[in-house]
Protein backbone atom coordinates (compact mmCIF):
# COMPACT_ATOMS: atom_id res chain seq x y z
CA UNK A 1 0.00 0.00 0.00
CA UNK A 2 1.59 3.50 -1.04
CA UNK A 3 2.07 5.97 1.74
CA UNK A 4 -0.76 8.81 0.96
CA UNK A 5 1.51 11.78 1.73
CA UNK A 6 3.56 10.42 -1.68
CA UNK A 7 0.18 10.81 -3.57
CA UNK A 8 -0.63 14.54 -1.93
CA UNK A 9 2.53 15.62 -2.72
CA UNK A 10 2.66 16.21 -6.13
CA UNK A 11 -0.93 16.97 -6.62
CA UNK A 12 -0.18 20.09 -3.87
CA UNK A 13 3.17 21.05 -6.03
CA UNK A 14 1.03 20.99 -9.37
CA UNK A 15 -1.39 22.91 -7.85
CA UNK A 16 1.00 25.67 -6.35
CA UNK A 17 2.70 25.81 -9.69
CA UNK A 18 -0.62 26.65 -11.71
CA UNK A 19 -1.41 29.16 -9.52
CA UNK A 20 2.26 30.87 -9.16
CA UNK A 21 1.61 30.79 -13.88
CA UNK A 22 -1.87 32.57 -13.08
CA UNK A 23 -0.61 34.90 -10.76
CA UNK A 24 2.18 36.05 -13.31
CA UNK A 25 -0.34 35.95 -16.05
CA UNK A 26 -2.38 38.40 -14.39
CA UNK A 27 0.39 40.57 -13.35
CA UNK A 28 1.43 40.49 -16.58
CA UNK A 29 -1.93 41.56 -17.88
CA UNK A 30 -2.27 44.27 -15.62
CA UNK A 31 1.50 45.75 -16.38
CA UNK A 32 0.13 45.58 -20.04
CA UNK A 33 -2.78 47.47 -19.31
CA UNK A 34 -0.97 49.92 -17.45
CA UNK A 35 1.54 50.36 -19.95
CA UNK A 36 -1.39 51.34 -22.54
CA UNK A 37 -2.97 53.82 -20.12
CA UNK A 38 0.47 55.86 -19.70
CA UNK A 39 0.73 55.41 -23.85
CA UNK A 40 -2.76 56.84 -23.72
CA UNK A 41 -2.15 59.82 -21.66
CA UNK A 42 1.39 60.93 -23.58
CA UNK A 43 -0.74 60.83 -26.64
CA UNK A 44 -3.87 62.35 -25.63
CA UNK A 45 -1.42 65.29 -24.11
CA UNK A 46 0.20 66.02 -27.01
CA UNK A 47 -0.56 69.11 -29.06
CA UNK A 48 -2.67 68.29 -31.81
CA UNK A 49 -2.11 72.08 -33.50
CA UNK A 50 -1.15 71.99 -36.75
CA UNK A 51 1.10 74.57 -35.72
CA UNK A 52 4.63 73.86 -35.88
CA UNK A 53 6.04 74.21 -32.40
CA UNK A 54 8.93 76.65 -33.78
CA UNK A 55 6.60 78.58 -34.78
CA UNK A 56 4.19 78.82 -31.61
CA UNK A 57 7.66 79.22 -29.52
CA UNK A 58 8.48 82.18 -31.77
CA UNK A 59 5.15 84.36 -30.53
CA UNK A 60 4.14 85.47 -26.87
CA UNK A 61 0.67 84.54 -27.85
CA UNK A 62 -1.56 81.54 -28.74
CA UNK A 63 -2.17 81.34 -32.32
CA UNK A 64 -5.70 80.57 -33.40
CA UNK A 65 -6.33 78.51 -36.48
CA UNK A 66 -9.75 77.34 -38.35
CA UNK A 67 -10.49 74.40 -36.89
CA UNK A 68 -9.75 71.92 -40.13
CA UNK A 69 -12.76 69.83 -39.41
CA UNK A 70 -15.17 72.41 -39.17
CA UNK A 71 -14.32 74.48 -42.52
CA UNK A 72 -16.35 74.33 -45.49
CA UNK A 73 -16.81 71.95 -48.06
CA UNK A 74 -13.84 72.45 -50.32
CA UNK A 75 -11.69 74.57 -47.73
CA UNK A 76 -8.86 73.47 -46.34
CA UNK A 77 -6.18 74.63 -43.79
CA UNK A 78 -2.55 74.93 -45.87
CA UNK A 79 -0.39 73.65 -42.77
CA UNK A 80 2.73 73.95 -44.88
CA UNK A 81 1.68 77.66 -44.55
CA UNK A 82 2.76 79.03 -41.17
CA UNK A 83 5.53 81.63 -40.92
CA UNK A 84 6.89 84.20 -39.02
CA UNK A 85 7.35 87.06 -41.56
CA UNK A 86 7.60 90.05 -39.26
CA UNK A 87 8.96 89.25 -35.37
CA UNK A 88 5.73 88.38 -33.18
CA UNK A 89 3.70 88.22 -36.57
CA UNK A 90 2.59 84.83 -37.62
CA UNK A 91 0.86 84.34 -41.59
CA UNK A 92 -1.05 81.56 -42.92
CA UNK A 93 -4.08 80.47 -44.86
CA UNK A 94 -6.93 78.33 -45.98
CA UNK A 95 -7.09 77.47 -49.39
CA UNK A 96 -10.10 76.06 -51.24
CA UNK A 97 -11.06 73.77 -54.26
CA UNK A 98 -10.15 77.08 -56.84
CA UNK A 99 -7.40 77.53 -55.01
CA UNK A 100 -8.05 81.03 -53.73
CA UNK A 101 -6.74 81.83 -50.43
CA UNK A 102 -8.48 82.98 -47.47
CA UNK A 103 -4.65 85.09 -45.68
CA UNK A 104 -4.35 84.98 -42.22
CA UNK A 105 -2.42 87.68 -40.23
CA UNK A 106 -1.78 87.18 -36.73
CA UNK A 107 -0.15 89.35 -34.30
CA UNK A 108 0.16 90.62 -30.33
CA UNK A 109 -3.17 92.98 -30.12
CA UNK A 110 -2.25 96.59 -30.11
CA UNK A 111 -3.68 99.28 -28.08
CA UNK A 112 -7.38 99.56 -28.44
CA UNK A 113 -6.75 103.18 -30.29
CA UNK A 114 -4.70 101.35 -33.40
CA UNK A 115 -7.44 99.05 -33.74
CA UNK A 116 -10.20 101.48 -33.74
CA UNK A 117 -7.70 103.62 -36.40
CA UNK A 118 -6.93 100.86 -38.64
CA UNK A 119 -11.00 100.42 -38.62
CA UNK A 120 -11.82 103.55 -39.31
CA UNK A 121 -9.21 104.15 -42.12
CA UNK A 122 -9.33 100.70 -43.65
CA UNK A 123 -12.65 99.52 -43.23
CA UNK A 124 -15.19 102.24 -42.51
CA UNK A 125 -17.98 100.44 -44.15
CA UNK A 126 -18.22 97.06 -41.85
CA UNK A 127 -20.43 94.64 -40.25
CA UNK A 128 -20.13 92.90 -37.09
CA UNK A 129 -19.98 89.56 -36.28
CA UNK A 130 -19.76 88.00 -33.00
CA UNK A 131 -17.72 84.67 -32.30
CA UNK A 132 -16.72 82.26 -29.70
CA UNK A 133 -13.74 84.03 -29.33
CA UNK A 134 -14.17 88.21 -30.04
CA UNK A 135 -15.71 90.28 -32.09
CA UNK A 136 -15.42 90.37 -35.85
CA UNK A 137 -15.58 93.49 -38.00
CA UNK A 138 -16.27 92.78 -41.62
CA UNK A 139 -16.21 94.97 -44.33
CA UNK A 140 -13.76 95.46 -48.23
CA UNK A 141 -11.09 96.99 -48.80
CA UNK A 142 -8.95 97.99 -51.77
CA UNK A 143 -10.63 98.72 -55.22
CA UNK A 144 -11.15 97.70 -58.56
CA UNK A 145 -9.24 94.47 -59.68
CA UNK A 146 -7.60 94.76 -55.80
CA UNK A 147 -10.90 94.59 -54.04
CA UNK A 148 -10.40 92.11 -51.32
CA UNK A 149 -13.33 91.00 -48.14
CA UNK A 150 -11.01 91.78 -45.11
CA UNK A 151 -11.70 90.69 -41.21
CA UNK A 152 -10.71 91.96 -37.85
CA UNK A 153 -10.73 90.09 -35.32
CA UNK A 154 -9.60 91.14 -31.26
CA UNK A 155 -9.56 87.32 -29.74
CA UNK A 156 -10.80 87.86 -26.00
CA UNK A 157 -7.43 88.21 -24.07
CA UNK A 158 -5.37 87.00 -27.34
CA UNK A 159 -3.62 87.97 -30.68
CA UNK A 160 -5.00 90.51 -33.45
CA UNK A 161 -5.88 88.35 -36.51
CA UNK A 162 -6.76 89.74 -39.74
CA UNK A 163 -8.34 87.45 -42.68
CA UNK A 164 -8.59 88.90 -46.47
CA UNK A 165 -10.17 86.97 -48.87
CA UNK A 166 -10.91 87.55 -52.39
CA UNK A 167 -14.08 89.86 -52.54
CA UNK A 168 -16.41 86.93 -54.50
CA UNK A 169 -15.74 84.77 -51.26
CA UNK A 170 -19.14 83.96 -49.59
CA UNK A 171 -19.74 86.19 -46.28
CA UNK A 172 -21.58 82.49 -45.37
CA UNK A 173 -18.11 80.69 -46.00
CA UNK A 174 -16.09 83.76 -44.36
CA UNK A 175 -18.41 83.78 -41.62
CA UNK A 176 -18.03 80.07 -41.38
CA UNK A 177 -14.41 79.86 -41.38
CA UNK A 178 -14.31 82.69 -38.66
CA UNK A 179 -16.96 80.82 -36.27
CA UNK A 180 -14.18 77.53 -36.52
CA UNK A 181 -11.44 79.51 -34.79
CA UNK A 182 -9.92 77.00 -31.68
CA UNK A 183 -6.35 77.91 -29.94
Do not use: C
Not at 48 to 64: A, D, G, H, K, M
Not at 82 to 99: A, E, G, I, K, Y
Request: proline share 8%.
Amino acid sequence: MADTDDIFVPIVVERSARVVLWRKQILAVVVALLALVVVGVIWHGRSSSPVPPSIRSSVPFEIYYPDPKKLPQGYALDISSFRVVQPQVVLFWVTNSNDQKLTFSEERPPSSSIIDKFLSTSIPLRTSLGTNVGKAEVGAIGSGSNLQTLASLQINKGPWLIITAPSSTNPDVLKQVIQSLKK
